[in-house]
């Protein structure tokens, strides 16, 4: 697979963030007529979706470098820390905060949120990045092979009886 390829797959990550993770989640609470509790089961399903949908993404690009025997960047290495953060930390904890909301409790500030957004900010950043930098690396590829002469002597005319 092409570094082309894999770029393809960050920007597409990055699509999917932003569509479920941004977009989706904000929308959903547009809607007047379901309660604050449908809406926070919904999210729940909808996180949970996302979450597996990453994970496959996060996999993928992991066998795309790994067939390209390409070492994973710092970039790679944050975008995974933060799926990692944001899937067995935070998730876990705004479930919990789900929960009291729909048991009728008022449960502390939105800190947490703002510590999600935050995070899916960061990871759609460095997923850009790391997209860019893929195209950067085929780039790269392509400009060494059209410099490497095709004949490193030009021996045109020559015979070995002329030798």
């Known amino acids: 697979m092409t570094p082309k390829f894999t770029s393809a797959v960050f920007f597409f990550w990055a699509g999917v963030s ?21 809406l926070l089961l919904v999210g729940r399903a909808q996180f949970a979706w996302l979450g597996n949908a990453e994970w496959i993404l996060c996999a993928t690009v992991l066998l795309l470098l790994a ?7 710092p970039a790679h290495c944050l975008i995974i820390l933060l799926l990692v953060l944001q899937q067995h930390w935070l998730t876990p904890l705004l479930q919990h905060r789900t929960d009291m909301i729909i048991a009728g409790n008022v449960p502390d500030g ?28 085929q780039r790269k590829a392509q400009r ?4 490497l002469p095709r004949h490193p002597l030009n021996l045109k005319g020559c015979s070995v009886e002329k030798l």
Do not use: Y
């Not at 060494?144 to 410099?147: C, D, E, G, I, N």
């Open 18 to 38: 932003v569509g479920g993770n941004i977009l989706a989640a904000a929308a959903k609470f547009q809607v007047s007529t379901l309660t604050t509790a449908e």
């Open 144 to 147: 060494l092979t059209w410099q």
């Open 110 to 137: 939105p800190a947490l949120h703002f510590l999600f957004v935050g995070a899916e900010v960061a990871k759609l950043t460095l997923l850009m990045f790391a997209g860019f930098l893929q195209l950067d690396t």
């Open 67 to 73: 067939a390209r025997r390409q070492r994973p960047t």
